[in-house]
């Protein structure tokens, strides 16, 4: 399993992971957190690492999970970073960048 991989998982039960003076802090309710926490210990300096690079990389085209379980594709220009795409989409718990494009039925088609 990869670090996108676990957060991926827990921003599917509602848990927001992030980095906060360089140590891996999450949110949500307690029932999520706790169903997490044996994994995200686990992963925990692979997440780092995630965190840091994906923090560092900036991009036009994000896809990025809320709150409410939805998924949403977000461009922006300039490209911006994982942080800055989080910080301004209400509700985001995941951000990660997009590579690929939108098919003719306006579907995510992922580029392989």
Known sequence: MTAQIVLERAADVGVSVFLEDGR??????DDAVNAMLSELRRYRT???QYLESA?????????????????????????????EII????????????QGDIDASNKLARKE
Do not use: M, N, Y
């Not at 891996?24 to 309710?29: K, L």
């Open 87 to 98: 910080a301004a989409v209400p509700d985001a718990l995941f951000a990660r960048p997009w």
């Open 46 to 48: 692979p997440i780092i």
């Open 24 to 29: 891996v802090a999450f949110e949500g309710s």
């Open 55 to 83: 923090s560092a990389k900036t991009a036009v085209q994000w896809i990025v999970k809320t709150s409410d379980r939805g998924t949403v594709k977000v461009t922006c220009s300039p490209p911006h970073t994982q942080a």
